[in-house]
C-alpha cells in the first residue's frame, strides 16, 4: 500500500563513526560508505550541490523545483544533468513567495551570474517572485511549465533536444521516476510520466512524434508498463525491487551506489542525479529509514565487488545508521541472512507446505511445532487470550519460528483476524477496538491510519506478522448475514476503499501484512458462507459498487487478497469463488493483481456443501490459482498428501506450484539466496 509519504525532517544528529563524513573528495573511498546531509530536505540537496560542484562557479546552469511535492520535479534529474548543473528546491507557492536564503546562497556560490536557472513548474508551483529575485541576481531564468505535471515533464525533453531514449514513470508516486535518475542520465534519457498505469495524453502525443524511440517502462502493470505495454519493462514486486531491477539492467558491474530513503522524495531527488555525474556511475537503491534492509535490494548488493563504495542521501532520520551499516554489511555479502533457496530447487512436498495456511491456538502453541518445522507457509491464530498474556504469546511464536528455522524452511506467516469489534482476537492483550462501520462514522481515515499503525506495532511485538484484515465487503446497516453490518466500513463502496486502504497502511506502518477480504465481497450474498452455501449479485453488480474497495486496494499495492467462498453468477460457473479459476483469473487480469491470494477456510459449510473436503478442496483451489490455501489443523497431513498427489499426477502443474511459492516468499520479503 502506500504507506510512508510522509517527509522526513527536522533536526539530525550525529554520524555514527563508521560512516566518512561530508567533505572535498569527489568520491566516497574504497569500502567506506559517505553520507550527504543537511538539515532538512532543502540542506541535503544543498549539500549534494556542494559535493557534486565543490569548486565555486562551476556548475553551467541551475534546476530548481518545489520540495513540497514531487511531480514537477520527477523529470528533473536528467535535465539538470544534461544542463552540467544540481538540482536545488525551495518551498513551493503554497509555502512561501520567495526563494529560500540557503537556496539563493547556494546558486550564487555554484553558478555564476549571468547564466540560467531553470524553475521547473509554474506560478502555482513556485512563486514568480523567485523568478524577480534570480533576475535581480543577474541570471537568466526559464520556466519549464506545462499545464500538469505530464506536460512539464515533456517540455523538458524537448529542452534537452528530443532524447532518442526514453524513461515511462508513473507520476501518480514519486518511487520509480527517482529509481530510474541515474540510469536515464547514463543513457542520455528524458523522463516522461505516465498516469499511473494509464497513458497522460500529453505523454502519448510526444512518443507518437518519436515511433522509433527507444523506450523503458521503470514500474510494472500497475505503473508505466500498463500504460506502455510495448515499451521494454523493468520493475520489482515493490518500490525497492524496481530500483534493484534498474540497478541490475544499467549498472551490473557499478564502481558505486548510493542509497536514499523510499519515505520522501527530497533526498533521492538530488542523490540520483549525483549517482551518475562527476565521474560516478552507479545506481540509487530505495530502503527504509531503519533496518533491516528490504529483501529485494539484498542480491543486487550481495552481487557487487568488494569494497564498492557508496553514498547515503540525507541525515539519520532519514536513513538510519541501522539501515547503513547494513547497506554497508550487504556489499559482496557471500551469504544473505534469512535466504531462502531458489524455488526450482524445492521438493514438492516443500512446495505444498509453503501453500498452507493452518490453524492454531494462541492458548497452545505449543501444538503447532510440528506444522512449523514441516514449513508451512503460516498460521491462523484463534481464541482469545488474556490480559497479561502477550509475553507468553511471543515466547511460544518465537519457538515456533526457531522450529522452522532451525529445520531450514521459510519462517511462516503469522496471522490473526484482528478487525476490530466483533472479531478481534487480541482486545484483551492490545486493548480493543471499534468495529470498522464505528471507525468510518467516528475517525477520518488519517486518524484510521494512526490507530491501526500503533494496534499492529503491538501486534508485531508480541510475533504477529499478519492481519486478517481489512474486511472490504460492501454491507448494508441492517445486513442480517455473518456481522457485516459491523465489519464491513460502508455500504458505499468509495467509503469503503477510503477506510480500507486507511486500514492496510496502518497495518503496513506497524510492520504488519494486510490481508484484504472477502473477495469479490461478502457484503451482498443471501447468506454465510460459513454455515453453508450463499450467492452474491451478478459480476455485473458488483462491479458498479462491492467490487471499488478491492480495484482500489490493488492498484495501491495490497500484498494479500483473501478469496470468499460465494458463488457469482455470470463469474464462478456455480462454484464457490475460491475455487473458480474464472475467480483468480478476473483478479490477476482483469484488476492486475500481482500478489498472493489465498482461500478463506476451507472448512466453511460453503465448501462441504458443494461436495469437496477440506484436501479436496485444496487441490480444487490451487488448480484453480489460490497460491495459499486455509484449513484446519485436523486437515494438515491429509492436504499436503493430496497436494504432492496433484503434482505428481500433473494435474496441478508445477510451473504454476512454484510461481504461487515464488509470490509468498517474495511477500515474506525474503531474498533467495545467491547461487
Known sequence: MHIGRATIGAVLSVLAATLVPLGALAAASSGSLQRIYGTDAIGTAIAISQAEFPNPGSASAVVLARSDFFSDALAGGPFAASLNGPLLITPGAGLSSGLNPRVQNEIQRVLPSGH??????????????????????GYQVVREAGVNEFATAVDIAKAMGDPSTIFEATGLSFYDALSAVPAAIEQHAAILLTNGSTQAPETAAYLSQFPQDTRYAIGGPLAAFGADPSATPVYGRDQFGTSAAVATRFF???????????????????GGAFMATGGRLGPLLLVNPSAPLPSGILPYLAGLSPGTPGYVFGGPLAVGNDAAAALQ???????????????????????????????????????????ATAGVG????????PAGSGPSIAAGIAALDADASNAGQVTPWMSTDEEGGLVQRLANVLGALPTPRQMASQWTPGQVVSEIAAHAAGMKSIGVTMDLAPVLDTAAPNDPYADESDRSFSENGQVAS??????ANGLQAGGVVPVVKHFPGLGHANGNTDLGPATDPPLSQLETNDLIPFGTAIHFGVPVVMVGHPIVPGLTNGLPASLSPATYTFLRQTLGFSGVTITDSLGAGAISAA????????????EAGADMVMIDASSWGTTVSALEQAMSSGGLSLPSVQASVSRIVAAKNIPICPS
Open 611 to 622: 461436495g469437496y473436503s477440506e484436501p479436496s478442496a485444496a487441490v480444487a483451489a490451487a
Open 378 to 385: 503460516g498460521f491462523v491464530l484463534f481464541g482469545q487470550p
Open 498 to 503: 477510503a477506510y480500507g486502504d486507511a486500514y
Open 116 to 137: 540560467t536557472v531553470y524553475v521547473l513548474g509554474g506560478d502555482l508551483a513556485l512563486s514568480p517572485n523567485i523568478d524577480s529575485t534570480l533576475k535581480g541576481l
Open 252 to 270: 551490473p558491474n557499478a564502481k558505486a551506489f548510493g542509497a536514499a530513503t523510499a519515505a520522501a522524495f527530497p533526498d533521492a531527488l538530488g
Open 329 to 371: 554489511s550487504a556489499v559482496a555479502a557471500k551469504s544473505i541472512p534469512g535466504c531462502a533457496p531458489a524455488v526450482s530447487s524445492w521438493s514438492a512436498a516443500q512446495l505444498a507446505e509453503q501453500m498452507i495456511m493452518v490453524s492454531g491456538q494462541f492458548s497452545n502453541l505449543a501444538a503447532s511445532a510440528a506444522p
